[in-house]
Structure formats: C-alpha cells, structure tokens
C-alpha cells in the first residue's frame, strides 16, 4: 500500500483540527493565557515540579472556590502542606500520589485491577544561573524504563534527574540528565496515541541527554539531543545481546508560536536510532505485534504540528497531528500517523467535562478512539477523575477488536 491511503485518516483530523484553530503542565491552562510553561514549573517545557508561582496558582486559578470566594479573594499560602512546610526562595518540593482502578473489556472479558500511577517525591533548586530538579517514588508494577531497581515488581523510579543553567533574563536554559522529550502537546492522558505511539509519554518515557530551550513572550523552543535511556540495564529479550544495543539516540525538539495570548501553533520532529528495535510501539496496540522490536537498525522518527487554542469562555481546544516514520533491517518502511483532537469545557472553576478524539494508523492498521473524561480539582492540590474510553483497535489483517476502559483516579499533590 503506498504512503497517501496509509496517512489518510491522520490527513482527516488535521483537516479538522486546523481549521477549528483559524476560528503539563495542563495545556489547558492557556485558558488563563498562560502561552509559557516555565513561570509555573522547574522545567522550562513544562510538566511536573511548580514554582513558588506556581503553587500560588495551583490555589487561585485550578481548584473550585467554595464560599462564593473569587480567584482575587484568594491569598495563597507559600511553602508546601497548605503552608505548614515553610520553603526558601530558591528551593521547590512537590509530594505526587496518584491512585486508580481500570475496568477494561476486550474480547468480552473484564478485568479488574487498582493502580498506584504516581508516588513521587519532587525537588528542585532554582539559585540565580542554576536550576536542578530530580524525582524519586515507588510504582508495585509498570514504569520499568523509570526503574532504578531491577525486580519483578515493587520497584523505585525516578523519573527524571537533571541539572541546568539559564541565561539572559532566563530566557536560555541548558539543560542534561534525564528529561522528559520536548515533543507535542505535554497531555496527561500518557496512554493516548500521540504520546504513547510517539514514545513522549510523562509516565516513564524520558531519556537521558542534553537540552537547550528557548522560552521567551510569543515563542517557545527546545531541542534534545538523546543519549539513550541508561536505566535499561538487563539484557532484553535474550542474554547474548546487551541493553545498550535498545537505547535509542536521536533528536527531539518542537518551537511553538504564540499569536496571542490564546492561540498557539507548533511544530514538533523526532528521529531516533537503535542497533535493536526497542519496541515502542508494542504499547500502542494491543491487538498488532510490532514489527521493529529486536530489528537490528531501527530508525524511528515522528513530525507533526500541535495547537492550543482558547477558543473563547469555558471552551479550550487541543490539537496534535504526527506522521510516523518507522524502519529497520529486512523489513519495508512502514508509513502511518496518529492525531488527537481535545475540548475541554469548565463550566465551573475547577470542574472540566473533557471529549477526547484520537486516530492511529501504525503497522498495516487504523486504530480509533474516542474519551469522555470528568475531572474535578475539588480543593487545592486534590483532583478526582474519570475517564471513559472506547477504542477500536485495528487488526493487521483486517476488521476491529473493540475495547471499553473505566479509569477512576485520585490524586493529592503539595
């Protein structure tokens, strides 16, 4: 099948999300016109970590207000533990628990199952040119590429650990260790097509290297270059071939404009090579084997445009729309996309109904789902959410396998 058939559903979204756009950090916050992400996080890309500023906007601008109060009624309490931890100027401490139960059914079964996502402990030190930021927790299963022990489960993670340096106003930074990807939109929802079949994913996707970063009013930039993920230590899949040969290095980076304080357009590119295919997309699709895992010679590359846009009230859109590009020694290169189109609806502080779109096509199938997701920051730094999801998962040789996933969470942070 030629590239053009193969890339059609992808075309279709971008069709649709682009002209909508002419009319983690949570990239809804655009919302409050914030086009920047470094104001509120120690990572200049945003996600994890706040600042001082950003606490005071975790109380004033995220959570519901009881008691008829408004944001500007609100008078943040510094340091951490609602004011009970006092914290210099220059250091920042964030404490991340985040627990959930998953129901999916497939192949008409359901299985049930409780997930500790997210027990992280955060730090951070911003002292004049110097910034560091590092993170430690504890997962009982998943995020082995975060792992800094090697057991079958139970398993201490950190999932990023870097050190850096920022220049003329803080508008520079250099940045090295292990970062999360400077790729799309920073979504939270790590699971979606952009972010897992892209290998950018928050929860443990990171990878060690170097970074500069460009965040200035109007445009932001950052390109990575990686080194690989040196937490891969075990020989995977057969012990005559070391984990080095799975590490992937490459490139990442996006720049992204800001027209105004509620519209922005960026374009993001990826390319990455591994002796061995380290099977990226075996995540992505269940019901489809991944070609490339334990390829030799496998190029792995992803480019694309992604925009936030408020569109006006309670009304944000986001956007993202990647083409696929995957190769590897004996096998044909494999054509595809996945595109994600968002709408997220406040009708009142702090409660966002959230209508997720998603498309992919990877290895020969077309893959659709769509999200109904309820999230509720229901008191600073707490946030209660459910996601609904149905997915039509395509076959490789042809028709569906549909699945229905209820995802319930909790999540304190401080």
Known sequence: MSPA??????????????????????????????????????????????????????QIVLPTLWGGKKPEDIEPTPGIVYGAVPLPSWLNVGLSLRGAVLSTTTLGETKWRDILMIADLRLGVTAGPFLASASIGYVPTGAKLAALTSSERDNIVSREHWLGL??????????????????????????????????????????????????????????????????VRDPVPSDTVPASAYRE??????????????????????????????????????????????RQDVWRQAHGLFSRWHVGGPWVLLAEADLLVESGSGLPRDWGGAGFLQADYEPIQGLHLIFTGEALRQYEATSYGGWFSVSWFFFPYCEVRLDTVFTEYGLAGGGHEPSFSVLGQLHFSM
């Open 5 to 58: 058939p193969r890339l059609l559903p992808l075309a279709l979204l971008l069709l649709v999300a682009l002209p909508a756009a002419k009319a983690h950090a949570y990239p809804w916050m655009i919302r409050h016109e914030y086009t920047n992400c470094s104001t509120c996080h120690v990572d200049p890309s945003g996600f994890g970590l706040l600042t001082e500023y950003g606490r005071a906007q975790a």
């Open 166 to 231: 920022r220049f003329d106003d803080n508008k520079l930074y250099l940045l090295g260790g292990r970062m999360n990807l400077p790729f799309g939109l920073r979504n939270v929802e790590h699971t979606s097509f952009v972010r897992s079949a892209t290998g950018t994913d928050t929860n443990s996707a990171q990878q060690y290297g170097g970074q500069v970063v460009w965040d200035a009013p109007g445009i932001r930039a950052a390109v990575m270059g990686i080194a690989g993920n040196f937490l």
């Open 249 to 294: 290095q490459g490139y990442s980076g996006y720049v992204e404009g800001a027209f105004s304080h509620a519209f922005t357009l960026g374009l993001s590119s990826l390319a990455t090579h591994a002796d061995r295919g380290p099977g990226i997309g075996a995540i992505t699709n269940p019901f489809v084997t991944d070609p490339f895992f334990d």
